[in-house]
Each structure stands twice: as C-alpha cells, then as structure tokens.
C-alpha cells in the first residue's frame, strides 16, 4: 500500500542509533541509550525479559497502522523528554509521556496480523493497561460521510468466515463474532471527539472543505481488504446492515485484547466511503487531514485523563 502513497510506516529517528539490550529481538534507543545495561533494569517492568524492578504506573498503549494516523503524538512525547525507544518484532516502541500520561506509541503496519503481533506485544513485553488505536476507515454507514468520526462500541472481522463448520464471522473456538470495546475507555474518547467537534468542526469543515463532523458509535468492521468498490461496499451492508465504518486492523486488535482482558477502545476518522473514490479519498485524506483530526482527539483525551486522574 505504500505505493498508494502513504510512505514508510517506520516513524525513523530514535531507531537508527538503536543499541543491542541484549534480549532477542529487542533493541534499546534514546534518552539513556548510553548505558544499555541500566535501560534493561529500567524497562525492566515493561519487558519482563529484559529482568529487575517494576515501575508503579503501567502505560497505555496507543497505535496507529501508518504514521500519518498518529498525527503530531510522537513529537508531542519527545517534547516532554526522556523518551526510550525499544526495537521489538521489527516495530519502534517509544515510551514516555504525553500530557503527562504514560504512554508507549507504536505502529502496527496495516492488516490483522500485523495489529494482532503488535497488540500482543504491547500487552506482554510492554504491560500497557489499556490500548488504544486511532486511525482512518471507509465509511459503510448511510449518515457516515468523510470527515465524520466514529468510535467503535463492537468490532467484527467481515472476512472471517469458516461456515458451515461455525457461524459467519465467528471466530472458531472462541464462540464470538462482535468484540467489545472498554465501555468507559469508548466513552471518554467519544467525549474527546464531541469536544474536538464543538470547538473546532467548523473550522475544520471549512478548511478541508467536509461537511461539519458527526460523532458516530456502533459496528465498526476489519478485513484484509480495501473496500473500493459500490458492489464491495454493497456487500458489506447487505451482510452487516448495522457497520458504520471499514477498516482492516480494529478488530483483531480487539479479539486479541478480549482474550487477555485488556481494555481496549478504537476511534477512526471517515477518510473515504468505501467505493470507487475510496482510493484517491484515502490518499488524500491520510496525507492532509487525518493527523489533524488524531492530534485533536487524542490531546483532549489524555488530557482528560490525567485531570481526571
Ligand atoms: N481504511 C480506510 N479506508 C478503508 C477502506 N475503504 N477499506 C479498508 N480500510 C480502509
């Protein structure tokens, strides 16, 4: 998909003068990257492999698949110093503050997979409490237009399907078709997006020249598919009449944090409706706009939740 013109997925930076910590696999970078050896004891709670104390305030974890999905975070939590970088699995985990909230920000790349490797790391070598995902979708919804917002109440994968042996979309084995996001972690990003709507949708409207944003919450639906077609997007509300919005990363993401019972919540931002525009919509929605509308929502929401402790 980088051909589409999305670039590298890799944020760069703080990787390159990555130091061997030792463990297989993980590479330490950044702030304290001199001394190697104090890093392991340090992140020591975060990845249990690399041994030593823990540390008393478990992060959150928020990923985006591509970088123009993160917006400004990154440079957000290098402004707040003391950054480290951990090279694990081939992704950059950075770990420090944002508002003053722990947090590690990563990028999951695009498809199931590569959220699910992700999340799985974030939860077992990184301890996050909860993890949250923002990012771009296609929008399915009849009221779901570009520029609009929606935040995920249940998640479903839309290709799985091992009929007749088990029911369309289930996941075989675990009995479950919709995954549920946190209800409270939901709630306070769909705050955030409410709050970011009143203050600045209009202007927002204006400059990227969408209608003023709507805050949706539902169905969202994952595949490893970009929906770009009237009939592929047909198909998809025909079978899930209640989708608000395609995306190919939210609900493994969810599958994985409902197996290990870790919060999870997922907020995307309409980038195209999913049909034959989808691919000249995406583009230019994720190089233009989409970084605007993440840094808006996820400042309200860690800021909400550091003042509300
Ligand atoms: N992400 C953004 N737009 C999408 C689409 N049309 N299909 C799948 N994932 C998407």
Redesign the pocket.
Known sequence: MSGAGMGTPEMGGAGAAATDAGAAGTRVAGAEAADAGTMAARTSAIDPSLGGASVSHRPLGILAALPQELGDLLEAMRAEAGVRTITHGQRDYHLGTVHGAPCVVTLARVGKVAAAATVSALIHAFDVEAIVFTG???GVGAEVRVGDIVVADTLLQHDLDASPLFPRFEVPLLGVSHFSADAALAAQLAAACECFVAEEGAASAARFGTREPRVHRGLIISGD????SAAGVRALREALPNALA???EGAAIAQVCHEYGVPCAVVRTI??T?DDH?PAS?VSFLTEIAGTYSNAILTRFLQARISEG
Do not use: K
């Open positions: 771009v979708a296609g598919q970009f929906v770009a395609v995306e190919m980038s195209d999913a989808a995406f």
